[in-house]
């Protein structure tokens, strides 16, 4: 069992998100003690985990008050010995409605529970889990903490601060072996739902949107639950002083992969600490990069990869579809005829591309895809293109879970990416160059570019590059099924290889071309899991 036999706290835990934490945790061997204001919720929770096998102490208990939280605290040391996780959980969500209309005591009382009891809690914790040489706190986040949240001012400023608090207190207590990382839950059908739908058009369009969507769903806290045990069992020990995503943020892969996660990831960080991550760099250079290119060099509809992107769509019909990257258009419009589509969407990080492909008719519109969700609703497309644009962006899971959310069920993506393990790179690797991120063309083979590329000396912007099996299992985490990963060669140019020689290597490059673990450029098509 992965908790077996450790003691964990978890307020908030009478219902809602801290009872399906308490029942994973219980599922894998761990006491608990389970705290909420309301003792008879809380007492039923205990009795479930009872049932389970495991020891169960139910608390009533106010987080934002000092001396219940220290109460709570010294009980669970009396009754178990020591405290190995503290789970944040307990929360509240009103006021909801404009802040000038906000009731001033229902607002502050909000933020002393949201985020003082955060900091009572953990302060109670922390002496404790150093005496025993470690420990792991786990705090809520959530909604309002990555971006606005209009109508719940005090829920989303509290939350933010919790994320902040997490990042500051890991670094106070990393030299003690504790960790603190904040867990942002998703949408998930609890009472704040209905809190939610109940405020009605004082809730906002968005917010009564999402909640309903919520509501049909019957949307389960399975995904922060299984987040709250990683995170608990010492399997992302890696992680520490991290805001992360149960449902957006790729966190299995990237323990299981090693991916060297940038200091700045998964953080509020507002300025990167790398100059070229900042937006300002990111859209400048992007823009100037276009205007050179005289347009988006992946629009050009002879480029292989393209080619094969069309035969596959060839096969499908779709009255909307939507092009990730779209450039100026013509690829766009490309895809329209041959799908049969009435609509052709379209998003791109270049105001120059956008404009252009307004102006063929495609209804473009201008994305951070960075620091901004696809502006459409659920279930709005029956395909959906990512050409070339993975590997331009910080976190590419996140950006695949927008694809299928913005997909109707059974609908299909198209992904292309360069790929790591090309014959290219491994021919690189071979003579004792840097592999590079782009599709490697003969030209760039005979002239002899090997050495990596950057932001800085016309690497085109790329920030990271997968094998074929990273792009399979990217996609699987991110609830694609029926996935087939293809592989497509680069563009056919020769520059200044002597004549002799192009027909041998040109058959060398479309022959591995084809093979998607030697391929220089990925093609992947998944089908979306609703």
């Not at 998930?188 to 058009?201: D, K």
């Not at 629009?299 to 292989?304: F, G, K, S, T, V």
């Not at 258009?329 to 052709?344: D, M, N």
Request: charge should be neutral; charged fraction near 20%.
């Amino acid at each position: 069992m992965k908790l077996d036999n450790r003691v964990a706290i978890i307020t908030g835990a009478g219902r809602g998100i801290g009872k399906a934490i308490a029942l994973t945790f219980a599922k894998e061997g761990a006491n608990l003690v389970l705290a909420s204001c309301t003792l008879p919720e809380v007492e039923a929770t205990a009795d479930e985990v009872r049932s389970l096998g495991r020891r169960a102490l139910a608390l009533k208990a106010d987080v934002s008050r000092r001396s219940e939280v220290e109460a709570m605290i010294a009980s669970t040391v009396a009754e178990f010995g020591r405290i190995d996780v503290l789970v944040n959980n307990a929360a509240v969500q009103a006021p909801i409605g404009t802040l000038w209309e906000n009731d001033p005591d229902e607002w502050l009382r909000t933020v002393l529970i949201n985020l003082g009891g955060v900091f009572l809690c953990c302060q109670a914790v922390v002496p404790v889990m150093i005496r025993q040489a470690g420990g792991e706190i786990i705090n809520l986040s959530g909604g309002g903490a990555a971006s606005p949240r209009p109508y719940f001012t005090a829920y989303a400023a509290s939350k933010a601060a919790v994320a902040r608090l997490t990042e500051t207190l890991a670094e106070e207590v990393k030299a003690f072996n504790i960790r603190v990382n904040a867990i942002g839950p998703g949408g998930v059908y609890t009472a704040m739902t209905e809190e939610v739908l109940a405020a009605g058009s004082s809730a906002g369009e968005r917010e009564l949107a999402e909640a309903t969507k919520v509501k049909e769903d019957r949307r389960t806290a399975e995904a922060a639950s299984e987040l709250a045990l990683f995170l608990a069992s010492g399997e992302g020990e890696r992680f520490t002083g991290k805001v992360i995503s149960a449902v957006w943020d790729d966190w299995r892969g990237a323990t299981r992969n090693g991916e060297n996660l940038a200091p700045d990831a998964w953080t509020l960080r507002r300025v990167p600490l790398s100059p070229e991550a900042s937006p300002s760099f990111r859209h400048s250079f992007y823009e100037q990069d276009f205007g050179s290119a005289g347009g988006n060099a992946h629009d050009l509809l002879a480029i292989p990869r393209l080619r094969k992107v069309l035969q596959i769509a060839s096969r499908r019909r779709a009255e909307e579809f939507l092009d990730v990257g779209c450039g100026d258009g013509t690829v766009t419009l490309k895809l329209k005829e041959i799908l049969g589509a009435k609509v052709a969407r379209g998003v791109d990080i270049s105001a120059q591309a956008t404009e252009l492909a307004k102006g063929k008719g495609v209804e473009a519109v201008q994305v951070d895809l960075d620091n901004q969700d696809l502006p459409f609703p659920a279930d709005s497309f029956g395909f959906v293109l990512c050409a070339e644009v993975m590997e331009h962006v910080f976190d590419p899971g996140r950006l695949l879970s927008e694809i299928r959310r913005v997909l109707k069920p059974g609908g299909l993506a198209l992904v292309t990416t360069p790929n790591l393990a090309s014959w290219y790179n491994r021919l690189a690797i071979l003579l004792g160059f840097q592999p590079w991120s782009h599709s490697a063309s003969l030209e760039d083979l005979t002239a002899g570019k090997f050495l990596g590329k950057t932001w800085a000396d016309g690497g085109g912007g790329h920030l990271r590059t997968v094998t074929s099996a990273a792009l399979h299992d990217l996609l699987r985490a991110r609830g694609f099924t029926g996935i087939r990963v293809h592989g497509a060669p680069s563009v056919h140019t020769f520059g200044a290889m002597p004549v002799p020689l192009r027909l041998p290597v040109s058959l060398v490059q479309m022959t591995l071309g084809r093979i998607p673990s030697l391929a220089t450029t990925l093609i992947a098509e998944a089908t979306a899991q609703k």
